[in-house]
T-cell receptor
Framework: NAGVMQNPRHLVRRRGQEARLRCSPM?????VYWYRQLPEEGLKFMVY????????ESGMPKERFSAEFPKEGPSILRIQQVVRGDSAAYFC???????????FGQGTRLTVV | KNEVEQSPQNLTAQEGEFITINCSYS?????LHWLQQHPGGGIVSLFM???GKKKHGRLIATINIQEKHSSLHITASHPRDSAVYIC??????????????FGEGTQLTVNP
């Protein structure tokens, strides 16, 4: 039973490009959470999704960021027109049900040059 | 003021020492997590607690719900324990899902 899989592990984008980060939850998990860790800062919640639905996006920046978790396939965090300040580690976690333990992926380290 | 506060921010120890990392929180919670993060690495869940005490190998985690405080202890520390240890809480009411609020982390360095 594979853990939470994130890809790519490292992503380099030029300013203005789009970044797509993928997260495949653990088998049987239908709840996905995205967190961001800016350099020298702690982890911050971004968005919580349950298959095909965004449940809580209160931590998402208002512009350029979007997330989806389709019926089939991984969850995608999409950042349009990236800027240097988007450089961070983005972590995905998944859980089986509401309020069960969440398991983390290895993260995607985004560098905007 | 952060909802989750950890202390100390940085901790250096000699191999074999007993280590304690503290976490205080100011919100109602349904569970508390201790996480470990190695440099450039992923996040590993060490414990999830809602009451009492849990032990896994050389690691012990305790929580006092009334005092809103948790501690992570490492016995017989080893250089491979060097990592950032993060306290995270799952808020109550439980309708907030498994969304976590994190402390800033404690950087632990264990010297041989």
């Amino acid at each position: 039973n594979a853990g939470v899989m994130q890809n790519p592990r490292h992503l380099v984008r030029r300013r203005g490009q789009e970044a797509r980060l993928r997260c495949s939850p653990m088998k049987g998990h239908s709840h996905v959470y995205w967190y961001r860790q800016l350099p020298e800062e702690g982890l911050k919640f971004m968005v919580y999704l349950q298959k095909e639905n965004i449940i809580d996006e209160s931590g998402m920046p208002k512009e350029r960021f979007s997330a989806e978790f389709p019926k089939e396939g991984p969850s995608i965090l999409r950042i349009q027109q990236v800027v240097r300040g988007d450089s961070a580690a983005y972590f995905c976690a998944s859980s089986f049900a509401l309020n069960t333990e969440a398991f983390f992926g290895q993260g995607t380290r985004l560098t905007v040059v | 003021k952060n909802e989750v506060e950890q202390s100390p921010q940085n901790l250096t120890a000699q191999e074999g020492e007993f280590i304690t990392i503290n976490c205080s929180y100011s919100v109602g919670i349904s569970a508390l997590h201790w996480l470990q993060q190695h440099p450039g690495g992923g996040i590993v869940s060490l414990f999830m607690l809602s009451s009492g005490k849990k032990k896994h190998g050389r690691l012990i985690a305790t929580i006092n719900i009334q005092e809103k405080h948790s501690s992570l202890h490492i016995t017989a520390s080893h250089p491979r324990d060097s990592a950032v240890y993060i306290c995270a809480v799952r808020r109550a009411p439980e309708t907030s899902g498994s969304r976590l609020t994190f402390g800033e982390g404690t950087q632990l360095t264990v010297n041989p």
